[in-house]
């Protein structure tokens, strides 16, 4: 899926996104508990793109992504990627945060973030348009 496709599938599938744009080059910041994978396989994987795409963080465990053709959730500001983050009970899991270069992404809000103050900014990047990435904070 091109990154047009995207965001014609967002807008008229997931309610959830709204003000979405086509964005990039840029950065941004994911936060995984899966980094060993990510370094290991040397790529991340995104979670396939559905109409549930919206619900991707709705546990705090996950198993590891597995589409390449998926897609990544991430914060355009690494402060709220760590607010995101550590919201966690971090002394149980392994949390780190990536940055992630990526070649183009869709900037959105994800009204289901706004419960107690205004949603943050998130990036859905293509996993196919990530450029590079690394570890850019951890707590451990």
Known sequence: MSISELLEFINSKVPTFQNSEIIGPGEAFHYTMHSEAIQRDGIIKGRPIDKDIDCTQSSITSTPATDSGGVVFSYADLEEAKL???????????????????????????????????????????????????IAFSKK
């Open 84 to 134: 995101e983050a550590y919201v966690m009970p971090e002394d149980k899991l392994n949390v780190k945060i990536l940055k992630i270069k990526y070649k183009q992404a869709i900037r959105t809000t994800h009204i289901q973030e706004e419960f107690f103050s205004e949603a943050p900014e998130t990036i859905i990047i293509i996993a196919s348009d990530i450029i590079d990435f690394k």
